[in-house]
């Protein structure tokens, strides 16, 4: 264990967590990733699915709960969260696609929420996962207004990709964070003009096509705006 706390449970807690934070995974990669015992590994992902900081997809898989984006984006009492769900609801049904909105959270972006569509071929993210800062739409978006940022040296997009984000205010990617996904991205900002977060909806390239921006810049920004009003 790389860094220890003094309280063992919470240390192992803690192991579990990181366990998942690349993605969902099994109780047997919990186990091999933890260094724990199958059995406490299982006591203590079950133990933090009841607090909501895990939660189990369709196959079983373990991945980070909502509890987690609900603390990093400031809780039940977050005006923007509050507002999200129907905004989102809204770009979905006009976009015919899965919305979502990203935070940044350290080197990774954190789905806040989302509004999937219901049925047919669709890119799901559940919210809670959090991905990386070097691909896909929504990383460009929370790295274009930082350019200096280090994590942009090792992204598949390039400064030059990030100014021409800045330039036309919204990003597209294509198969850029997962082959055969697109997505579109706006900023939603503060007063002061500063990107709190990254809304954006995504889908399967053969709908979406290798130019999404031409499809859903327009939708997007839109909710962009709504969700940066005051």
């Known amino acids: 264990m790389e860094q220890s706390s003094g309280v063992g449970v919470?240390?192992?807690?803690?192991?579990?967590?990181?366990?998942v934070e690349g993605g969902a995974g099994t109780l047997a990669a919990l186990v091999d990733r933890t260094g724990l015992s199958r059995a406490t590994a299982h006591r203590l992902a079950v133990a933090l699915e009841v607090h909501r900081m895990l939660a189990r997809d369709r196959e079983g898989r373990w991945r980070i709960g909502p509890r987690l984006a609900e603390l990093a984006g400031g809780g039940a009492g977050d005006a923007l969260l509050?507002?999200?769900?129907?905004?989102?609801?809204?770009?979905?049904?006009?976009?015919?696609?899965?919305?979502?909105l990203?935070?940044?959270?350290?080197?990774?972006?954190v789905c806040v929420a989302a509004a999937e569509r219901g049925s047919g071929l669709r890119d799901t993210v559940p919210v809670g996962s959090?991905?990386?800062l070097t691909a896909g739409s929504a990383a460009q978006v929370l790295l274009a207004w930082t350019p200096e940022?280090?994590?942009?040296?090792?992204?598949?997009?390039t400064p030059r990709t990030l100014a021409e984000v800045r330039r036309r205010g919204w990003a597209h990617s294509v198969a850029e964070r997962e082959a055969g996904v697109a997505s579109v991205s706006a900023p939603v900002r503060a007063r002061d003009g500063r990107v709190l977060a990254a809304v954006s909806v995504s889908g399967p390239l053969e709908r979406l096509t290798r130019s999404p921006g031409r499809l859903h810049a327009e939708a997007v920004g839109g909710a962009a705006a709504e969700l940066s009003r005051p």
């Open 10 to 19: 919470l240390d192992k807690s803690v192991l579990v967590l990181q366990a």
């Open 82 to 100: 509050e507002r999200a769900p129907t905004v989102l609801a809204r770009l979905r049904d006009v976009t015919g696609e899965s919305a979502q």
């Open 102 to 109: 990203y935070r940044r959270q350290g080197d990774r972006r």
């Open 130 to 132: 959090a991905l990386p």
């Open 149 to 157: 940022d280090p994590l942009v040296r090792a992204a598949a997009f």
